[in-house]
């Protein structure tokens, strides 16, 4: 896993097929830094498997130009541009009569890498994505449909490839093990850092997978190119707009995690502590029941206002400290969990169990810029209006 990830630009790239009285993909122009996952997202027609192709050349650019590490990718000879590009293919696309291990050797063989060689590549990438050398002498027939799909990026990742062009490689899969499968690959891009082109017309995978996203219409014209966050809070026309949905505010909130929030500031206490201090915290605080924590400052509960009464803190909880929130937690997973106690805030902990603020249906409104009412309902969340 030693090639450097190479960068990719799209310069002004054009494409007419034969015949047609309208570009397939229209003055095209981007750019992709190195190690990052661009995603090309639009609707059925739109240019998307055109734009990737003509990058391996698969397809010929009319005109403009496409950059791979500055250099144009029509000075190379095909084959040589293509043992360098992974490729994952809208439909898989295994050798229906090759083992799984004959398959993801493909590209290695090609280039002439001796068996051993290839032989410790295969074990190395089933480990990578999660297969057992068991299935190694397996034919795709033999496998799921999730498993064949991570033999189609193995086989892709082989001579690890600088590049990755992966044309809705989830779009065949059931959504439980889609998301599975989406959550491994990032899991596996955050060692690999490869530079992706992944394309998909599923904006809510796009939001996910994406560093960046271009969101093509049809024609193959760019509509916006930017961060996910960036499209879901500046949508750049009505196009975009209606395409990354009127529920973007819930979609932000899978974007963030309880550590990028401002989180208020709660009144601490502990058992036998003098409680005229706890109260001058408590005039500081954004709450009005102070949270008694143990010797390790972990939350047991809000104390009640008899717990207060005496000149020491005493054990008597108003209520428990529930649900307690990570600092790791994605936002909307937090807010659902608020949601679903029923309860307007709860303590954030780190990974130690250390309380270190407290996270509010108010704090997430002010997070996103919307009125508190504005902040969906349980219903909203359960519907799957966020659902990955
Ligand atoms: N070989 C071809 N010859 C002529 N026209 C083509 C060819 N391939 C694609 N097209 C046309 O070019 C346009 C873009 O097609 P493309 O396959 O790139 O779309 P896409 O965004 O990948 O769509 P989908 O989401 O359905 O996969 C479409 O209008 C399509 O009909
Ligand atoms: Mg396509």
């Not at 990742?157 to 809705?168: H, N």
């Not at 400052?297 to 809000?302: A, E, N, S, V």
Request: aromatic content about 4%.
């Amino acid at each position: 896993m030693s090639t450097d990830a190479a960068s990719l630009e799209f310069r002004d790239v054009v494409k007419r097929y034969p015949g047609a009285d309208e570009n397939a993909v229209d003055e095209l122009s981007l750019e992709l830094p190195a190690g990052e996952i661009c995603v090309l997202v639009g609707p059925s027609g739109c240019g998307k498997t055109t734009a990737m192709r003509m990058v391996n050349r698969m397809i010929d650019i009319t005109t403009g130009d496409i950059l791979l590490d500055g250099r144009s990718v029509t000075e190379r000879k095909a084959a040589d541009l293509r043992r360098d590009i992974g490729y994952v293919i809208q439909q898989i696309g295994l050798f229906p009569h090759r083992t799984i291990a004959d398959n993801i050797a493909t590209v290695p063989r090609l280039l002439g890498w001796d068996k051993q060689r290839v032989s410790e590549r295969i074990d190395e990438l089933l480990d990578l994505i999660g297969l057992g050398s068991e299935m190694r002498d397996r034919y795709p027939a033999q496998l799921s449909g999730g498993q064949r799909q991570r033999v189609g990026v193995a086989r892709a990742l082989a001579a690890d490839p600088p590049l990755m062009l992966m044309d809705e490689p989830f779009g065949a899969i059931d959504p439980i093990n889609r998301e599975r499968l989406q959550n491994e690959f990032l899991r596996l891009q955050a060692e690999l850092r490869k530079t992706i082109v992944f394309v998909t017309h599923d904006i809510d995978e796009a939001i996910k997978m994406g560093d960046r996203i271009a969101v093509l219409r049809k024609g193959g014209r760019l509509a916006q190119y930017a961060s996910p966050a960036e499209l879901l809070m500046f949508p750049a026309d009505p196009f975009v707009e209606d395409f990354v949905g009127a529920d973007r505010a819930l979609k932000r909130l899978a974007l963030q995690r309880v550590r990028d929030i401002e989180l208020w500031n709660g009144a601490l206490c502990r058992v036998g502590e003098e409680t005229s201090a706890v109260r001058a915290r408590l005039a500081e605080a954004d709450l009005e029941f102070p949270l008694l924590v143990d010797g390790q400052g972990r939350p047991k509960g809000w104390l009640s206002e008899r717990g207060l009464s005496g000149e020491r803190v005493r054990e008597d909880i108003r209520s428990r400290a529930e649900p307690v929130l990570d600092l790791d937690d994605i936002l909307r997973d937090a807010l659902s969990d608020l949601l679903s106690t029923e309860t307007m805030y709860g303590p954030v902990v780190d990974a130690e169990g250390t309380v270190r603020g407290v996270l509010s249906l108010r704090a997430i409104a002010n997070a996103l810029n919307i009125a508190p009412e504005e902040v969906p309902s349980s219903a909203e969340l359960a519907s799957g209006a966020l659902t990955q």
